[in-house]
């Protein structure tokens, strides 16, 4: 779905939150990745109103900039971070420590020790093995800190393979039902003098569209609180239940989310108080106001006679196609009367690397701009530096005006990373 302040001039140019994007071309240069600003903060809202502002973790791995971090800051936002990378710059940049939960199947113990002595909101335990090194940094710094507990809720959810994280096979989280769980929370409860369990996480996966699979999942978080309830005694602060959202235009808004997972959990939870729900949005708030403009540098025929248009990015800064099978919708700017089929390949030396094919556009020249849509989440989280080719510049438009968030990485980037 293309930005909400996205749309087309009288002439065929492509306009964004008021600014020419033919004119941002120019000025920042492409590939460039372009946020609509106000699109941004308002899903943020509609987020805010379903959960409460307190309630709601950016997942930082869909897109992390300082910019994203001030406007989730302002909107009274948490942070998700995965990684000790992910943490240290959202600290460096001054988010609030206390806003911020910290996942990651692995946790150095140099980023939990980060975690206890900065305060963040919640260490979350991904592994049995992981409670003896966090009870053990809590103990060595003096801080009772905040642990959640990731379930494996064991959930089939219909999506590509790799964006399933709650399903059985799933690496992520402790498996309920082989009695794992149950293990790991009897180890959190008998270190309550070092740390505080406060509840649990779930993440089913990404990209979901139906309610059923985020039902499911945080009905089988409620049935594990009884069962918790009922062996220890044990009742949760805190539900944090993942993100996973998806943007189709059948998707569930946010209210209709934390309604089902209201539903899913009263029968389970009737022993006590309802725990405070959270959620985790990426790809729901960042991906639709985000854009990736391209200049098409050729067009050629292949042997088999169909239409190639080549651009000048591609897999570097929007992995995607290749990883997940991705079909992001596409634009040509200016639009020409008539329409053309054509496959659309990056620049890169790998047959994997199309953007789209088989899909129509109008007409398109080289020297044409081509308008990818909704790849604002994991497109710049993701980018490499393959064959040497620079991560694009991140520029927030509002009101007509340009707001660069990063710069382009350069040759002079890379030579300083040289030992010689
Ligand atoms: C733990 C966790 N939370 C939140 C998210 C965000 O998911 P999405 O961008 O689909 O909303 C992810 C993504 O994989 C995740 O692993």
Not at 188 to 202: P, V
Not at 232 to 244: A, F, S
Not at 250 to 271: D, F, K, T
Request: proline content about 7%; charged content about 20%.
């Amino acid at each position: 779905m293309p930005p909400r302040y996205f749309s087309w001039d009288p002439d065929g140019r492509a306009n964004l939150a008021g600014a020419p994007v033919s004119g941002l071309a120019s000025a920042f240069g492409t590939p460039l990745y372009l946020y609509d600003e106000a699109d941004l903060t308002e899903r943020i809202a509609t987020y805010v109103q379903a959960f409460g502002a307190e309630n709601v973790a950016l997942a930082g791995k869909a897109f992390l900039t300082g910019r994203l971090l001030q406007l989730a800051q302002e909107a009274g936002l948490g942070l998700d971070v995965v990684s000790e990378g992910e943490l240290e710059f959202a600290l460096r940049l001054g988010f609030p420590a206390e806003r911020i939960i910290m996942h990651g199947l692995y946790k150095p113990l140099s980023a939990l020790r980060t975690a206890a002595r900065q305060g963040v909101g919640f260490v979350v335990v991904e592994s049995p093995g992981e409670v003896a090194e966090v009870v053990d940094v809590a103990r060595q710094e003096k801080v009772k800190v905040p642990v959640l507990l990731r379930l494996a809720p064991a959930v089939d959810v219909h999506t590509h393979p790799s964006l399933a994280t709650g399903a059985p096979a799933s690496q992520f989280g402790v498996p309920i039902a082989d009695g794992q769980a149950l293990e790991t929370v009897r180890r959190l409860i008998a270190a309550e003098d070092a740390i505080a369990f406060k509840g649990y996480h779930m993440h089913v996966g990404s990209q979901i569209s139906t309610l059923d699979p985020f039902v499911s999942g945080a009905a089988a978080v409620g049935d594990f609180v009884r069962t918790v309830f009922s062996e220890t005694g044990h009742w949760p602060e805190v539900l944090d239940l993942g993100g996973g959202l998806g943007i189709t235009s059948e998707s569930p808004a946010p209210s209709a989310l934390r309604e089902a997972y209201e539903v899913a959990l009263a029968g389970s939870l009737s022993n006590g108080p309802m725990p405070r729900l959270m959620s985790e949005p990426g790809r729901f708030i960042v991906s639709p106001p985000g854009v990736t403009i391209y200049h098409i540098v050729q067009r050629k025929t292949a042997a088999d006679g169909r239409t190639y248009l080549i651009v000048d990015g591609g897999m570097s800064d929007g992995p995607r196609p290749a990883l997940y099978g991705a079909k992001p919708d596409v634009a040509v700017s200016p639009r020409r009367d008539g329409e053309e089929i054509v496959d659309i390949a990056g620049m890169h030396c790998e047959s994997g690397d199309i953007v789209r094919r088989d899909v129509t556009v109008t007409r398109a020249e080289v020297g044409d701009l081509l308008i990818v849509f909704d790849t604002g989440a994991y497109n710049h989280s993701m980018a490499s530096h393959y064959n040497r080719v620079p991560v694009p510049p991140v520029v927030f438009v509002k009101d007509g005006v340009a707001r660069p968030a990063t710069r382009r990485d350069n040759l002079s980037d890379w030579l300083r990373l040289e030992v010689r």
